[in-house]
């Protein structure tokens, strides 16, 4: 584990962003006081930033996942054939 002040994290981010994805954890520091910690991305976590969003959202509690289903949702029952829809709309536009 290292710790960093502040201004040497900002002008070496990218070495200290390189030590935490190799497995170190850093402990980012103002005035001798840790003030953040970042490290290697926990195992829960995916790596795709998308993902990363949804799965905290998820963990809050703000959105459920969707229940394990066997292939596509089903599709809707019509709610009345085509040809019918295209008449109707045929002697909507007659009106106009």
Do not use: H, Q
């Amino acid at each position: 584990m290292r710790s960093v002040g502040i201004e040497v994290l900002k002008s070496r981010l990218s070495e200290y962003v390189r030590l935490a994805a190799s497995g170190e954890t850093i402990l980012v520091t103002d005035r001798d006081r840790v003030v953040a910690e970042f490290g290697p991305l926990r195992e829960t976590r995916g790596p795709v930033l998308a993902d990363a969003f949804l799965a905290d959202l998820v963990r809050s509690g703000v959105l459920t996942p969707p229940l394990a289903s066997s292939g596509p949702p089903p599709r809707p029952e019509p709610v009345a054939p085509l040809n019918e829809v295209l008449a109707e709309l045929d002697e909507n536009r007659r009106d106009r």
